[in-house]
């Protein structure tokens, strides 16, 4: 069984601060990682994701997340907040233990940026 | 290309009224997902579909939530006599799925259900 948890379901930065969201994961195989954003009245879009190699993914508008494997660990990080990146922000593991591409998402969490 | 497309974008309905979702996938996509987005509540996984196979319900909540998918392309979520406790935003995705567990999802704007 496989299982997210994402600490902090509200996050307020400052424009132009350090945004960090963190996520862990539990999951029986090795697994693949994703981060999904949505905006307001929108579905969601797919931000980064891991799968092998590189531990350190970056991903559009200048977020990147790093896989750590010893602390269980995917934690998405941008160096400078913008006004744009408000949003709820998602956190998913995927593997094909149930013969299909399997997804399970965290509880989600809304970053605010305050101007 | 055109993306993952639902209607209604939004419903109201009374309870115990019968309501159907429309998702029309990506072109070429094999595997669909529906989701239930409840308010301060992630993402609940409810039914998938992958080509022709028998689809995998369970996720479902109850026997009145069913879903069909024809001609391996558009797909239905039709919840029978609808409760309150079934608002919420239903989302549906679909994936190429020749990747398996590593493929991106794509996203519907999803229906936002409002049960009276």
């Known amino acids: 069984a496989q299982s997210v948890t994402q600490l902090g379901s509200h996050v307020s930065v400052s424009e132009g601060a350090l945004v960090l969201l963190r996520c862990n994961y539990s999951?029986?195989?090795?697994?693949?990682l994703f981060w999904y954003v949505q905006y307001p009245n929108q579905g969601l879009q797919l931000l980064l994701k891991y799968t092998t190699g590189a531990t350190l993914v970056k991903g559009i508008n200048g977020f990147e997340a790093e896989f750590k494997k010893s602390e269980t660990s995917f934690h998405l990080t941008k160096p400078s907040a913008h006004m744009s990146d408000a949003a709820e922000y998602f956190c998913a593991v995927s593997d094909n233990s149930g013969g299909y591409q399997k997804v399970t998402f965290g509880t989600g969490t809304k970053l605010q940026v305050i101007p | 290309g055109a993306g993952v497309s639902q209607s209604p974008s939004n419903k109201v309905t009374e309870k115990g009224k019968d309501v159907e979702l429309r998702c029309d996938p990506i072109?070429?996509?094999?595997?669909l997902y529906w989701y239930r987005q409840s308010l301060g509540q992630g993402l609940e996984f409810l039914i998938y579909f992958q080509g022709n196979s028998a689809p995998d319900k369970s996720g479902l909540p109850s026997d009145r939530f069913s879903a069909e998918r024809t001609g391996g392309s558009v797909s239905t979520l039709t919840i029978q006599r609808t409760q309150q406790e079934d608002s919420a935003v239903y989302l549906c995705a679909s994936s190429p799925e020749w990747r398996g567990a590593r493929e991106t999802q794509y996203f519907g704007p999803g229906t936002r259900l409002l049960v009276l």
């Open positions: 999951s029986s195989v090795p697994p693949y």
């Open positions: 072109s070429g996509h094999t595997a």
